[in-house]
């Protein structure tokens, strides 16, 4: 990439500042991002400083260096790295940025160069006469398929012919680009073909059966036995032998295995996969076998339930009642929110106030699933949040398996708002509704 450097210092101003309106933004914004992490709103400040005075300066790197407790040189690597960023002054009523990428260059992009050359400078990313225009050529702005097209500040203006951008360009110097309508500029569709529509141009067929309501549905009636599969003609893989794939042959007789082979493969088998509690000590001679007891792994056999080396009561002895292993739990293992008895639903975690629930939905972060699971920990007050401990943002953490959830999406805070003055506070804290 082309080394970007920052502009002369001749057209550097001495200072920068946000409006009283952006600092409310940029506060609010910095407040989103989790503690320790606000460092994580430079692009978006930088974006707004931008969208403030048309390009970053110096001065405004140092100012939201300053604002985030960032080292200089980070916020400038930050602004020379993305290409978003202008770096010089730009035309005060319009910087034209033309796609110059392969789909655009195919359908007219050098023309619309041209006209830039010709109604705003000669070269690129310097201003016209009275200041109010300019122009750069950039790599792809995401609308290929309405090529060709140039951007303007954040709107693009697509299908364009090198006259409809002459147009637009003497309305943004006359000061009238809002009467420029943003997106294709020949009645397109969206993205859509051009012209009229090519596809889906059927009329849904009267004969068409209508689908009835599972609630008014009738029973289905039994399913008749399918039919036999017809036998296959697809090819055999090279590497596979007739008695290794019978399902690639043509029927049940000619894909049988003889007994003999069969017979080995069972014996090497059970040879090798045992259950009984004895393992292969072919290996290794001090193996132990995995307990196959199951009156020491759940304290007895459940009437009518299989152990690992025997089938459950009236059944029908099969291999795979055989060869099941019942494998114990960790002796170790933790549980983070026991059940009262086997099968009963979870203690809460916390004992919920009295009183009508707080609407937790009102966290973002908080869906109506995620709130019942939270009342049934026992939390139903805003105030229950903003107390948490880290001992209790660890226990629900854990209970709900989403570590570092509650710091992220800052439920603390969000709820101490909530709880001090409902939806009026979070608004006049966070400079919004609340979810």
């Known amino acids: 990439m082309v080394a970007r450097r920052l502009a002369d210092e001749s057209v550097q101003p001495a200072a920068f500042a946000f409006t009283a309106d952006n600092a409310k933004w940029a506060e609010w914004k910095i407040g989103l991002y989790p503690t320790g992490r606000q460092q ?30 960032m080292a200089y040189i980070r916020v400038l690597e930050v602004a020379t790295f993305y290409t978003q960023f202008q770096l010089q002054p730009v035309g005060s009523r ?37 200041g109010t225009l300019s122009w750069e050529e950039v790599e792809c702005a995401g609308a290929c398929v309405n090529a060709p097209m140039v951007a303007i500040f954040h709107d693009t203006y697509e299908d364009l012919t090198p006259e409809r ?36 141009l059927e009329a849904p067929s009267a004969n068409r059966e209508k689908f009835i309501p599972p609630a008014d549905a009738a029973v289905p009636a039994a399913a008749a036995p399918a039919a036999a599969q017809a036998p296959t003609t697809a090819a055999k893989p090279k590497d596979v032998s007739e008695e290794s794939a019978p ?33 292969n000590k072919a290996m290794r001679e001090d193996a132990t076998g995995s307990e196959s007891d199951a009156s020491k792994v759940d304290g007895g ?27 114990a739990p960790r002796a170790n293992q933790a549980e983070v929110n026991p059940v009262a008895e086997k099968g009963g639903a979870a203690k809460p975690l916390f004992e919920a106030p009295a009183g009508a629930p707080d609407d937790l939905k009102l966290i973002s ?71």
């Open 40 to 69: 994580s709103a430079v692009i978006p400040l930088l974006m707004r400083a931008q969208d403030q005075d048309g390009w970053v300066s110096r001065a405004t790197i140092e100012t939201i260096a300053d604002m985030l407790g």
């Open 94 to 130: 319009a910087h034209v940025q033309v796609c110059g990428t392969t789909p655009c260059q195919l359908r007219g992009a050098e023309a619309l160069i041209e006209v830039c050359k010709s109604k705003i400078h000669h070269d690129p990313q310097h201003l016209n006469d009275d």
């Open 165 to 200: 951008l002459e147009q637009i360009i003497d309305a943004f110097q006359a000061g009238k680009g809002d009467t420029i309508k943003a997106g294709s500029q020949i009645d397109r569709l969206n993205s859509a073909a051009e012209g009229e529509r090519t596809t889906l």
């Open 247 to 279: 399902a690639l042959k043509g029927t049940p007789a000619a894909a049988k295995v003889s007994e003999a082979k069969a017979e080995g493969e069972r014996k090497a088998a059970s040879s090798s996969a045992k259950a009984d509690g004895e393992p």
């Open 301 to 327: 056999k459940a009437p009518g339930k299989a152990t690992a080396s025997e089938p459950a009561e009236g059944g029908a002895s099969t291999a795979a009642q055989k060869t099941r292993t019942i494998i």
């Open 365 to 435: 972060g908080v869906g109506p699933v995620l709130e019942a699971k939270l009342v049934g920990l026992g939390i139903t007050k805003w105030s229950q949040v903003a107390a948490f401990t880290e001992a209790d943002i660890a226990k629900v953490e854990d209970s709900l398996s989403f570590k570092g959830r509650v710091t992220r999406d800052n439920w603390l805070g969000q709820a101490a708002a909530l709880a001090k003055g409902g939806e009026a506070e979070y608004i006049r804290v966070f400079g919004k509704k609340p979810r």
